[in-house]
Nanobody
Framework: QVQLVESGGGLVQPGGSLRLSCAAS????????MGWYRQAPGNQRELVAS???????NYADSVKGRFTISRDNARNTVYLQMNSLKYEDTAVYYC??????????WGQGTQVTVSS
C-alpha cells in the first residue's frame, strides 16, 4: 500500500499563487508516476499535471504556463506550484500515484479556492 498525504491548499485571490505538496509513504518502490488531479463541483475529476520517475511531465492545456509540477525523489514528495490562479482553478486537488503500471493510489484531497 501507498499512503499519500497532501498539504498546501487554501484560499487565494485571483492572480495569486499556492504550492501543493504530496508526500508518499509505505510501499513506494515501483512508483512510476505521480501527479495531481482536481475535481470541481458538478465536474469529473481531471488530470492537472503528472511527472514520471524519470522527470517527464504532462500538463492539462488549461494550466500550461501557470502550473509547474516537480518531484523530490529523496523525499518521496511531489509538488505543484500554481501561479496566476484563476476562479476556474477552484477545486479539490487530489494527489495520485501509479505503482507497477496498474496500481492507483489517491490522497484525501485538499481544497483550493480562488476568490476575491
Amino acid at each position: 500500500q501507498v499512503q499519500l498525504v497532501e498539504s498546501g491548499g487554501g484560499l487565494v485571490q485571483p492572480g495569486g499563487s499556492l504550492r501543493l505538496s504530496c508526500a508518499a509513504s509505505g510501499s513506494i518502490f515501483g512508483i512510476y508516476a505521480m501527479g495531481w488531479y482536481r475535481q470541481a463541483p458538478g465536474n469529473q475529476r481531471e488530470l492537472v499535471a503528472s511527472i514520471t520517475s524519470g522527470g517527464f511531465t504532462n500538463y492539462a492545456d488549461s494550466v500550461k504556463g501557470r502550473f509547474t509540477i516537480s518531484r523530490d525523489n529523496a523525499r518521496n514528495t511531489v509538488y505543484l506550484q500554481m501561479n496566476s490562479l484563476k476562479y476556474e482553478d477552484t477545486a479539490v486537488y487530489y494527489c495520485h500515484a501509479l505503482r507497477g503500471g496498474t496500481q492507483h493510489y489517491w490522497g484525501q484531497g485538499t481544497q483550493v479556492t480562488v476568490s476575491s
